[in-house]
Structures are given as structure tokens and as C-alpha cells.
């Protein structure tokens, strides 16, 4: 059926059809420019906005449209037309003040997206019937016509009229939380970068200055765990990347998602903060791994991947010169040790190996599937939850395993995912207290990529994802306007259980 067969008047929809509305995401409330009819306001608001068709989806729609309005039979014209005439004046007065209302809409939300309310935006209270409308004499049905003409096309402008001040206020609120959340994305952006310079400052000091180092790592995480465990709700976000801090970021990677874990667990403070002073220095003994080695791109050899083991022997040395406690250096050595015993140095298993180092074990597994040294073999965050739980799941504590499924849920920051609407996104932060409804970028190519829309699918009972997307399928335009990570960075947003802040 050709595209055009799809499209309907607006008269024609009711409650249960899947629309499309053909304009600008700026010029409706709505979350998404495609969805079912929900509601008799839904209803009044889409015919508000000033369109006289729209498309609807036979598939998606619960029911068929209205009938379209016969048009009227040869013998009725000359009363119709009479009554058309007598109503004229309330027609009119309808349609400005529909077009009134438009106008101010467009304004009050270009103001609020500007900051300032533009002046001379005003919205008419409503529309009355114009003077002057004149009965043709004798004509008593068409007296009787115009008049319920009249009355309609004033109730009309008057629905019309509150539909489309509804849809304005409700843009406005809309692009005010959209700008507290781009605010937000930034404080923890920053936030980010002021932790990965400090470990980066930390990895350049640890054998010059180890006492200063040493200071500033407790410092770092005990105002990290301080803010972590104090908050309310937690949202784990997905950072933008920046070139040549790859090497930084794993730990703060790990130590992120450990504390996650931990918060979870409900450990200590004490118990909070060794963990994350373990992660910041469980890669120390890397140091001592020639860089032909961690950065080779290629399967390494039995001698290559012998030395590479080495580094958490390398690590401990390392901690212990330097003066690190115990229980960080149980960390360091333990790290990569699996439930199942097969991993390394000692091959430890099950509850023989201490609880830290288990929790630190799954975050550090899962940020080398997806940051791995060879860039082209790297899984999506989908993919490499997926492959831990499906297939790897004995390597790990299940209790603790469960626990970090639960909080970064089945699409982890950093998934390309398709709606259950067809929309393409990227998540971008999840709170574990609701892990199935993340807060999405969704592409629309309507919108410019540095306003791009933040859709909270807690907010949208509707809407679901429906599947994962590897970056690499997207078409080139998708792609470059949602900007998928090559290497994903996760920090944490302490604010993510608090309303917005007032305009």
C-alpha cells in the first residue's frame, strides 16, 4: 500500500491509533513524533497543533480510524452552504484563534529554549462568534444549521485553543528538564575528568612521591565513596571519550563498578573504600609488562601471556615498597582469580578467595571485554553482559554476579538500542533502582546533535527496548550524530534520584 493510502484527517482519529505527526519535535509535547493515542487530551491536543492530516500505522494501531465525513448529498448544498455561510464568522474566529495560540506556542518556546520569553507572545483566551452573521430570511432549517455550526465551531476554538496551551506548557517544561539534564551531564563529565587527571597524576607519582600518592589516592576515594554511599539513588553514566586516556580510565572503570557492587551489598564505608583504593592500584604491576605486550593486537603467545600473569606478583612488590595496606594488596594480587579456579596467579576458588577480590573480579572481567587492547575485538556493553551471564557465569560469585546484572541492567551505558517504536538510541546512564527504563539520546534529524533528546523511559510506560544495535550496522548518519564509543568510560551521577532544579 503506497504511503499516501496512510494518510488520514485528523477528524479521523480516535483512541487506539498509531500516528505519525509530520513536524518538528519542538512543535508538540510529545516525547516521540510516533505513538499510539492514549487518551481523549492526546486526542485534543494533536488536533490543536493545527494539522489537517497525519499518517497512522495500520500494524501498530490498535483499531482502524473513523470513517472520513461523506460529503454532503446534491439536495442538501443550498442549506449547507447558508449554514456555512452563517458560521462563517465563528469559523473564522476559530481558526485565529487556533492560529494565535500557534503563534504564541512557537514563541514561549523559543523563549524557553533562549532563556528569555520573547516579548509580544501572547495566547487569545478564545474565540467568539463574529457579529454580523445574518440568517437568510425564511430559510428556518438553516437558521437552526448555522446556529448549531456556530456553537460547534466555538466549542471547537475553545478545545482547540486550551489543546494547544496545553501542548506549549508542556514543551516548555520539557525543554527546561532537557536542559537540566544536559547540566547535569556536564557536572559529571567534569566530575570524571577531575578523577582521571588525579589517577593519572597518581600512576606518573607512585614511585617518585609514594607517601603524597598515596595521600591523594585515599582522598580521591574517600570522597568518591563519601558521595557514592550518601546519595539516595545512584545513576551509572556513560563518559564521551577523549584521546590518550585509555590507560586511566580502566581503573576508574573498576573501581566505579565495584563501588556499585558494594553499594548494592550494602558494605561498609571501610569495606567501600579499600575496594576502591584496591582498583585505583590493581594494575600497578602493568608497569613492569613490556608495552609490545599490552598493546599487541594479536593472540599472545604462551611465554607473552606467562609474563603478562606476572603483573599481579609485580603489583604486590610493588605495593608493599611503596607502603599500601594489606587488604589493597590482596586486592592487586587477586583480581583476576575465578570463581571456578581458573584464573590466575593462584588458581584460587570459590570462597577461598576473599570477598573484595571477588566483587573486583566481575567489574574487571567486564571492562576488558569491553576495552580490550585490540579495539576491533571489543564487545558492546550488551554483548559482554550477555556473554558473562550466558556463558562465563562460572567464573564468577553468583550472588555478586546477580547483583551487577541488576544494577547496570540488560542494556548497560554505552548500548545502541532500537525502541519498541523503531527509534534508534544510545544509553547513556542507568539507574539501578529501575535498570529496565535507562535514559536514552535518541537520534531525530530534525534536532540538532548538540540538542539532541533525552528520553527517561521511566517516564514512558510505553516505550521499551526491543533489541541491541552494533554500532557498525548503523547507517553513517545515525552513527555520526549519536557518536557510539569505541571505549567505553562509566562515572557516577550522586544526583540522579533528585528533581530538577527550578528554571
Partial sequence: MAEQDYVISTDQLQIGVYVYLDVGWMHHPFSFNNFKIKSESQLETIRGLGLKTVRWDPERSDIKPLAAAPKAPRAQAAVAATAAAAAGGAAA?????????????????????????????????????????????????????????????????????????????????????????????????????????????????????????????????????????????????????????????????????????????????????????????????????????????????????????????????????????????????????????????????????????????????????CNPANVAAALTPHEALSQMFAQQRAKFDPRFLQVFIRCLGVFPPGTVVRLNNDVVGLVISINAARPLKPSIIVYDEEVPKHEAIIVDLDTEPDISISQAIRPAQLPKAIFDYLSPRKRISYYFDPDAGKPAAPA
Avoid: W
Fill in 93 to 369: 474566529a476559530a481558526t485565529t484563534a487556533a492560529e494565535t495560540t500557534a503563534t504564541a506556542g512557537v514563541a514561549a518556546l523559543a523563549a524557553a529554549d533562549g532563556g528569555s520569553v520573547a516579548e509580544g507572545a501572547t495566547i487569545a483566551e478564545g474565540a467568539t462568534v463574529a457579529e454580523g452573521a445574518i440568517i437568510t430570511e425564511g430559510a428556518i432549517v438553516a437558521e437552526a444549521a448555522a446556529t448549531a455550526a456556530g456553537a460547534t465551531a466555538a466549542e471547537t476554538a475553545s478545545a482547540a485553543t486550551a489543546a494547544a496551551e496545553a501542548a506549549v506548557a508542556a514543551k516548555v517544561q520539557r525543554v527546561e528538564r532537557l536542559r537540566q539534564q544536559r547540566r547535569q551531564i556536564a557536572e559529571v563529565q567534569q566530575a570524571f575528568a577531575g578523577a582521571a587527571a588525579t589517577i593519572r597524576a597518581i600512576t606518573r607519582n607512585i614511585f617518585s612521591q609514594p607517601r603524597e600518592t598515596i595521600r591523594q589516592s585515599e582522598l580521591l576515594v574517600g570522597q568518591m565513596v563519601e558521595v557514592f554511599l550518601a546519595a539516595p539513588e545512584v545513576a551509572i553514566q556513560v563518559m564521551s571519550e577523549k584521546p590518550g586516556e585509555d590507560v586511566y580510565v580502566h581503573s576508574l572503570n573498576v573501581a566505579i563498578l565495584s563501588m556499585m557492587i558494594g553499594r548494592e551489598l550494602k558494605l561498609t564505608t571501610a569495606e567501600v573504600g579499600t575496594m576502591g583504593l584496591g582498583c585505583l592500584f590493581h594494575d600497578i604491576g602493568m608497569t613492569e609488562i613490556p608495552p609490545k605486550i599490552l598493546t599487541k593486537a594479536d593472540p599472545l603467545t604462551k611465554a607473552e601471556r606467562d609474563f603478562l600473569e606476572m603483573h599481579c606478583t609485580y603489583g604486590v612488590d610493588i605495593a608493599k615498597r611503596v607502603g599500601l595496606p594489606d587488604a589493597v594488596q590482596t586486592i592487586i594480587y587477586r583480581h583476576h582469580e575465578l570463581h571456578d579456579g581458573s584464573g590466575y596467579p593462584q588458581r584460587l576458588k570459590g570462597e577461598a578467595i576473599d570477598m573484595l577480590s571477588r566483587i573486583v573480579a566481575i567489574a574487571e572481567y567486564y571492562d576488558e571485554l
